[in-house]
């Protein structure tokens, strides 16, 4: 969906299997960047996709759990009713490199946790449905928490000490 686009659920279940696609492919990219980061010897980065990972994995349960006794829709990619280009909780990968920090990966982190709150805001703005603006509430505050336990752990990060140093870096063809 473009920025331009309006947002127009018609039912609580289409709204639920899109924040579902929107969790499951959150979980799955930071779960990629998570092995990537480890199979490239930077545990530190690696440790905190894979806790995101788990984090998610949270929120999917509760939706899931939600959706048991409903049966969801099958939308296509393209038809979903994301604000920006892409999925809102797809990391931008153009920022992620395998000596990434620990501050750089939750900076990104929350960049993108910050995007998916802004969708989920934005749909509780705009839909007259009870239902879909109740579960965007819940999802509101999911996410809030979610963005506000990464922010602590950017306070808290007293040194990012994790910096790796390439020992094997790139071979540039002269």
């Not at 899109?18 to 092995?35: F, I, M, V």
């Not at 899931?64 to 099958?74: H, N, Y």
């Not at 749909?123 to 965007?136: C, G, P, R």
């Amino acid at each position: 969906m473009k920025p331009d686009q309006a947002i127009n659920f018609t039912s609580l279940e289409e709204f639920l299997a899109q924040a579902l696609a929107l969790k499951y492919e959150s979980e799955e990219r930071l779960d990629q960047l998570a092995q990537c980061l480890a199979e490239h010897n930077n545990p530190a980065a690696a440790e905190v996709f894979e806790s995101l990972a788990n984090a998610v994995g949270t929120m999917i349960q509760e939706l899931e759990a939600l959706a048991a006794d409903k049966s969801l829709p099958q939308i296509p990619p393209w038809e979903y009713q994301w604000h920006c280009d892409d999925d809102p909780e797809a990391l931008c990968i153009d920022h992620a490199h395998y000596l990434m920090t620990i501050r750089q990966s939750l900076e990104l982190a929350q960049f993108n946790e910050l995007r998916s709150l802004q969708f989920f805001q934005k749909v509780e703005e705009v839909v007259a449905d009870d239902q879909i603006k109740q579960l965007a509430q819940r999802l509101i505050h999911l996410e809030t928490v979610f963005a506000g336990d990464i922010r602590q752990r950017l306070e808290n990060l007293s040194e990012d000490i994790s910096s790796c140093e390439d020992f094997d870096p790139p071979n540039m063809p002269e």
